[in-house]
């Protein structure tokens, strides 16, 4: 059983995340901690969370993060992704309301502590037990670390989905959207002490792994394997992500890299990984500010302050065991 | 026959610099009308002499070389080859004394020259950093509409050979990089995606060097020195020839496969400037709304064993 605490920002994969981090024996969710980010404010992350514990049957406590950025970007700088909806409006019809639809009045109530205060507290209570496992954007991280920099060596590992090395951004052609959203907190993270494992785009949203992605199959997989209100549920909202990453960008299914990210923490074998290295994010770029960059030391140019190595990076994953385990967690069958 | 590609070649050789020369003479699709040099792997001082000293080696003092920019249009010069190319900027081979003296043109007035006199449309080849193509569009952008294309070996869509994300010629000047990418001009793009594909293995080069002619056995020294690099440092299966690709792609394209996209240059990053934003999945129309204008055909994938094969024919070719 590994002790979990997840901090996400409630869209698509975020809530299949807390759906299996709930169902799955070897993972404990001792809390969700929530961040503004893809859903667009922290009361949307908050709901969402709070439902999806719900729907789980499960006592899981749930935390709200940060509403703004460490340093929101001004709108002129690279222009506001409005196009989006736009275009696959006209694509997609009204289906697309499933598509991060506003979450309905929660039964349950968020805890009465913030976020970061939540992770202050439950680090320094149990160092060196608890993994943290972070989908969204880092901000929530970055304020608990500039409020105690102690908790960064007593995070057992943060799992962190986030970045792109050698394949193209989901958000911009260079970036990814969790480290573009909030570069700021995406350094301070990941220039601290905190071993990290980096999962980024290169193994969750390649068709070279499109094994690992969420397809029509499974969601029959679950209709035949189980009944009940979470299968009900994923089948009922995620073929529109399917639709809408196959024919946005071009991936053989829906990518599942935040549920990748957590199944990591108690299933670290799914994934090879790179040595540990330094990575650090781009901040003052015009055109790839957010960029994570990674110093493997293969470059001409050599800088002594890149020996800060404390992240390994994802390579590659066995993406059918990965989808299979994610099946046999939801139908509760054992894994 | 069809008729051949007249060409400029812009370098600063540079090992691989001189094996695309080379590669340049020996093939019947292309016309080589002159080689202009930049600062880049080694001094200007250098790369002319280099240059003189590559071509006179192929007996071909009729090709006019001239000296360029001798630092990039803002930034100092960084010269790149010191670890790869050697002090001279082509350590290895034994070289010949220089058959013929430089041009009394400076390379923008040869460029400007060549490009006004030809009939045909020119292609450029600019495989060094861009300072002399960039100063050349920004004075004469009249002569755009003489300029067929350029195929250039720089930058590389997720990976760099300098820092992480840049690659040398782009990294050295960037400015430069920027005003060309943003030319309107149709450009193919060799970058390091491309390149790292496009290697010559010990045991090839082995090959390449019993083919005895006295320019295979020079470009086998050339890998010789050239591929140390590349097993000590960056670890790679082979030498990779990044310049040649420029020069492959034209003579054969049906070797090479690639997008055709958007590619802008870093000028302000702490840790990417230099780097070739490439947009592949055309993100900024998609997302942003904004048109964009797919300037380049990048290269990625190359068949590497064709590829081998043309350049050591080539090689042989020239006696």
């Known amino acids: 059983m590994v002790d979990v605490i997840l901090d996400i920002d409630s869209v698509g994969d975020d809530i299949l995340a807390v759906i299996f981090g709930a169902l799955n024996p070897k993972i404990n969710l001792l809390g969700v901690t929530t961040v503004n980010g893809a859903c667009g404010s922290i009361e949307q992350a908050v709901n969402v969370a709070l439902n999806t514990v719900e729907l789980t049957g499960k006592n899981i406590p749930v935390y709200a993060g940060a509403d703004k950025m460490l340093s929101p970007r001004k709108s002129d700088d690279e222009g506001d992704p409005v196009n989006f909806d736009e275009e696959l409006r006209w694509k997609f019809g009204d289906r697309l309301d499933k598509f991060n639809e506003k979450a309905p009045t929660p039964v349950r109530k968020p805890e009465p502590i913030s976020a970061k205060e939540f992770l202050i507290k439950s680090f320094n209570e149990r160092p060196g037990e608890i993994t943290l496992v972070t989908t969204g954007p880092l901000t929530n991280i970055a304020q608990a670390l500039l409020d105690d920099p102690s908790i960064a060596s007593k995070v057992k590992r943060a799992y962190i989905l986030g970045g792109a090395f050698n394949i193209y951004g989901n958000i911009t052609p260079v970036t990814e959207y969790n480290i573009w959203a909030d570069p700021e907190a995406a350094k301070i993270v990941l220039n601290s002490d905190m071993k990290i494992t980096l999962v980024p785009l290169d193994v969750c949203e390649n068709n070279r792994f499109a094994d690992g992605m969420l397809t029509r199959d499974h969601l029959a997989d679950l209709t035949y394997g189980g009944k009940g209100k979470v299968i009900d549920f994923i089948t009922d909202k995620f073929p529109i992500y399917i639709d809408l990453w196959r024919e946005f960008f071009q991936l053989g299914g829906f990518p599942m890299d935040d549920v990748i990210t957590l199944a990591l923490a108690a299933y670290p074998e799914l994934c090879e990984y790179t040595e540990e290295v330094f990575v650090d994010v781009e901040l003052e770029g015009k055109i790839s500010r957010g960029q994570t960059v990674a110093y493997f030391g293969r470059q001409i140019i050599k800088n002594k302050m890149r020996e800060h190595k404390n992240t390994v990076i994802a390579k590659s994953i066995k993406g059918k065991e990965f989808m299979d385990l994610f099946v046999n967690t939801i139908i509760g069958k054992e894994v | 026959m069809s008729k051949k590609i007249p060409i400029i070649i812009d370098c600063d050789p540079g090992h691989d610099d001189a094996m695309a020369i080379l590669w340049a003479l020996a093939s019947d699709k292309l016309e080589l009308k002159a080689v202009t040099t930049v600062a880049g792997n080694q001094t200007i001082e250098k790369v002319t002499t280099n240059a003189i000293k590559v071509l006179t080696k192929a007996r071909r003092y009729d090709i006019p070389v001239a000296k360029g920019a001798d630092k990039p249009l803002i930034r100092k010069l960084t010269v790149g080859g010191e670890v790869v190319h050697g002090s001279s900027g082509l350590e290895g081979p034994i070289l010949p004394e220089c058959g013929f003296e430089p041009s009394n043109l400076s390379a923008l007035e040869l460029l400007i020259k060549t490009i006004e006199e030809s009939d045909e449309k020119i292609t450029l080849v600019p495989i060094g950093p861009?300072?002399?193509?960039?100063?050349?569009?920004?004075?004469?952008?009249?002569?755009?509409?003489?300029?067929?294309?350029?195929?250039?070996?720089?930058?590389?869509?997720?990976?760099?050979?300098?820092?992480?994300?840049?690659?040398?010629?782009?990294?050295?000047?960037?400015?430069?990089?920027?005003?060309?990418?943003?030319?309107?001009?149709?450009?193919?793009?060799?970058?390091?995606?491309?390149?790292?594909?496009?290697?010559?293995?010990?045991?090839?080069?082995?090959?390449?060097?019993?083919?005895?002619?006295?320019?295979?056995?020079?470009?086998?020294?050339?890998?010789?020195?050239?591929?140390k690099y590349h097993y000590e440092v960056e670890g790679f299966p082979g030498c990779t020839l990044h310049d040649p690709t420029a020069i492959a792609a034209l003579i054969h394209p049906e070797i090479f496969t690639g997008v055709q996209c958007n590619v802008d240059v870093e000028v302000t990053g702490e840790l990417t400037t230099g780097m070739t934003v490439v947009d592949t999945i055309g993100y900024k129309e998609k997302i942003f709304g904004e048109k964009v204008d797919k300037n380049t055909y990048v290269l990625f994938n190359v068949d590497r064993k064709k590829y081998v094969e043309y350049f050591f024919e080539a090689m042989k070719a020239l006696n």
């Open chain 2, 130 to 227: 861009l300072t002399n193509i960039a100063t050349l569009l920004i004075v004469r952008p009249d002569l755009k509409e003489k300029i067929e294309r350029l195929s250039i070996m720089g930058g590389g869509a997720y990976m760099g050979n300098w820092t992480p994300a840049a690659e040398y010629n782009i990294w050295a000047d960037p400015e430069a990089a920027k005003v060309v990418f943003n030319s309107g001009l149709p450009i193919i793009m060799s970058g390091l995606d491309v390149t790292h594909k496009a290697y010559v293995t010990r045991e090839e080069n082995e090959i390449l060097r019993a083919q005895g002619n006295e320019i295979s056995v020079f470009a086998a020294e050339l890998i010789d020195f050239f591929s």
